[in-house]
């Protein structure tokens, strides 16, 4: 029977702590709740501080520590400790699959690939170029790698970032957006832009350079010669804030509007209302998530043409692009944009058809049949023993349940 037929039991590890939440940790939660919504037992490990919030198929390791990892800081836990933390899940999960989120990332998810065996599978989320953080690990996983069964990157530019660094390949499973949830979202006038008072948008954490902020802070008085009623919506966690824009842009800081960051729900509006959503980000991305969410929402975006974001915006046919760390480049191509409605209305609609292959009951299934695969070429996943381990543990996996060490 298919493994999207029959109910599995399902351990999704993440690496980076839900106290402030990224790509990676939406990415883990929409997948989980997908999966449970088809029925089946989902189990997800991560990192989370005792006061923040988590869903009930969630279980905590405990408090992470804040560590800079590819130009920003992810908090994640290792250790002993949690070693053992995370041998009593596997244990009490018996899961049929264990599907790892970077693996290779010194948290969770190395932790829990030298502990189990049986059907695993692995998603990769980072892009680099170079990687001396990876280069560094891999001599740790170098053979607990062999033990993955099946290995998923969720973009071409992830998927090279494996080859190149840890050898192997990967079948490329875009992460997932609930595309009606942005659909459907109601607009709200706060942010509605009109052709006189146009909003440009920005969602990303504010102070992690990679994100771009400052190539569009750097758009805005160039922007507002041509369309002076024009706002700039930012939204996101960080340090900087009005007082950083009137800094760098004297009177025309009133142009632009720091939210803080938003709801799920907020977000959607947001997006929702729009005249453009701007992606000004300079590196470091595997996917685009938020520029796919954009699009779902029916904003026209305008992203930096990094690899990735040319891909999910279909060489720019789905979003219009510009240079990538160039302001003067955005404030033209912005300006560009908002003088030519026939063109984002164009943009918008090939985006509408674009999204569907994003959208999370495509994306589950793809995940699902990996893990069909994972399934049918290994044995039931068990606990491994090692020199620090009790003999007694009982095995994870419906082959395993009940075995002895």
């Known amino acids: 029977m298919r493994a999207d037929q029959r109910r599995?039991?399902?351990?999704?590890?993440?690496?980076?702590?839900?106290?402030?939440?990224?790509?990676v940790q939406f990415h883990v939660r929409d997948l989980a709740e997908s999966l449970i919504a088809r029925g089946h037992q989902v189990s997800v490990?991560?990192?989370?501080?005792?006061?923040t919030p988590i869903p009930g198929y969630m279980t905590s390791v405990g408090r992470a520590i804040p560590v800079r990892y590819n130009g920003s800081v992810a908090r994640m836990t290792f250790g002993p400790l949690t070693a053992a933390r995370v041998?009593?899940?596997?244990?009490?999960?018996?899961?049929?699959?264990?599907?790892?989120?970077?693996?290779?990332t010194p948290s969770l998810g190395m932790l829990a690939l030298w502990i189990a065996d049986g059907p695993i599978v692995a998603t990769f989320h980072t892009a680099l170029i170079r990687s001396r953080p990876l280069q560094?690990?891999?001599?740790?996983?170098?053979?607990?790698?062999?033990?993955?069964?099946?290995?998923?990157a969720v973009s071409e530019d992830a998927r090279r970032t494996l080859i190149e660094h840890l050898g192997g390949d990967a079948v490329v499973i875009p992460n997932g957006v609930y595309v009606s949830n942005f659909r459907d979202a109601v607009a709200d006038p706060r942010w509605v832009g009109t052709s006189d008072a146009p909003t440009i948008a920005f969602l990303g954490r504010l102070d992690e350079p990679r994100k771009g902020l400052p190539v569009l802070l750097g758009a805005v008085s160039e922007v507002l010669m041509r369309h002076p009623g024009a706002r700039f919506l930012i939204a996101g966690r960080g340090d900087t804030g009005p007082d950083d824009a009137r800094e760098l842009l004297?009177?025309?800081?009133?142009?632009?509007?720091?939210?803080?960051?938003?709801?799920?729900?907020?977000?959607?509006?947001?997006?929702?209302?729009?005249?453009?959503?701007?992606?000004?980000?300079?590196?470091?991305?595997?996917?685009?998530?938020?520029?796919?969410?954009?699009?779902?929402?029916?904003?026209?975006?305008?992203?930096?043409d990094l690899g990735a974001f040319r891909r999910v915006l279909e060489d720019g046919a789905a979003g219009v692009l510009f240079a990538s760390g160039d302001s003067h480049a955005l404030a033209q191509t912005l300006v560009a944009t908002l003088d030519d409605p026939e063109r984002r209305a164009a943009v918008v609609e090939h985006a509408g058809r674009a999204v569907v292959r994003y959208d999370w009951s495509s994306v589950t299934t793809e995940v699902l049949t990996v893990y069909e695969m994972a399934v049918a070429t290994q044995g039931a996943t068990s606990v491994r023993e090692d020199p620090t381990s009790v003999r007694g543990h009982r095995g994870l996996g419906a082959g395993a349940r009940g075995s002895r060490r």
């Not at 490990?45 to 006061?51: H, I, Q, Y």
């Not at 996917?287 to 969410?293: A, D, N, Y």
Request: glycine residues 10%.
């Open 250 to 304: 004297g009177d025309d800081a009133r142009a632009v509007e720091f939210l803080g960051p938003l709801t799920d729900e907020d977000k959607a509006a947001l997006l929702s209302s729009v005249t453009v959503y701007c992606g000004p980000q300079t590196g470091g991305e595997s996917f685009g998530i938020v520029l796919v969410e954009a699009m779902s929402a029916g904003a026209c975006v305008v992203a930096s």
């Open 136 to 152: 560094m690990a891999y001599p740790l996983v170098r053979q607990s790698m062999e033990k993955i069964s099946a290995r998923i």
């Open 87 to 104: 041998r009593r899940w596997l244990a009490a999960g018996e899961f049929d699959v264990l599907h790892l989120h970077e693996p290779v």
């Open 45 to 51: 490990l991560a990192p989370a501080d005792d006061d």
């Open 8 to 23: 599995l039991r399902i351990g999704i590890v993440c690496p980076y702590s839900f106290d402030v939440p990224g790509g």
